[in-house]
């Protein structure tokens, strides 16, 4: 069962707007990944939170998880059209468990 | 929703044999799979793109002989890890996307297979 769950679904937003997606989970978890998913493609893994962690920042990319309330959140900075993908965050507790994704869209 | 099921959510095989594993499409039909593995607290890795009808797109460093994929219908595809080894232990986990009409690719994950190669 998917134990990972994100908002919004969707998401458009134009190019050089920032996008900011949600995860929430239910149990504890070791740590919670972000991936995107272009169109017809596997999973790419973005970034990588531990439990013990509050923030990462990798290039445009700022994740902060927060334990208490079971949430975490990936920022996209500066988006571009490039950014246009689905994106995903999973949570690897005893066994790896995804989420259904945000479908965001940069419009040019 | 859609939904995707995988069997058997766990298996413990001897050194050696081979262990299938099955993904499947419950009430959508999947020309595209995905097959990933995952080591412990590791990210997935993306091992190949299992294609209804034709040989799988396998990536980089994964060796097509030794993890044979075969998507013989649109709801089926199967992973066989042959002759497994202790380092085959791993997290197995499938996706299929679903498109609705008139709308993009929503991806579906299984539960994923635990196994372990003893």
């Known amino acids: 069962s998917q134990q990972g769950e994100e908002d919004p679904q969707a998401l458009s937003i134009q190019e050089g707007e920032n996008a900011t997606m949600n995860c929430s989970y239910k149990t504890s978890i070791n740590n919670l990944q972000w991936y995107r998913q272009n169109s017809g493609r596997g999973l790419v893994h973005l970034i990588l939170?531990?439990?013990?962690?509050r923030e990462k920042h990798s290039g445009r990319l700022r994740v902060t998880l927060d334990t208490s309330k079971k949430s975490s959140s990936l920022l996209i900075t500066a988006s571009r059209a490039a950014d246009t993908a689905s994106y995903f965050c999973a949570t690897d507790g005893d066994d790896m468990r995804f989420g259904a994704g945000t479908r965001l869209t940069v419009k040019p | 929703g859609a939904v995707v099921s995988q069997h058997p959510s766990r298996v413990i095989c001897k050194s050696g044999t081979s262990v299938k594993i099955e993904c499947r499409s419950l009430?959508?039909?999947?020309?595209?799979m995905f097959w990933y593995r995952q080591f412990p607290k590791q990210s997935l890795m993306l091992m190949a793109t299992s294609n209804e009808g034709s040989k799988a797109t396998y990536e980089q460093g994964v060796e097509k002989d030794k993890f044979l994929i075969n998507h013989a219908s649109l709801t089926l595809s199967t992973l066989t890890v042959t002759s497994a080894h202790p380092e085959d232990s791993s997290f197995y986990i499938c996706?299929?996307?679903?498109?609705?009409?008139?709308?993009?690719?929503?991806?579906?994950f299984g539960p994923g297979t635990r196994l372990t190669v003893l």
């Open positions: 939170i531990r439990s013990n962690e």
């Open positions: 996706s299929a996307p679903s498109r609705a009409s008139g709308t993009a690719d929503t991806q579906y």
């Open positions: 009430d959508f039909q999947a020309t595209t």
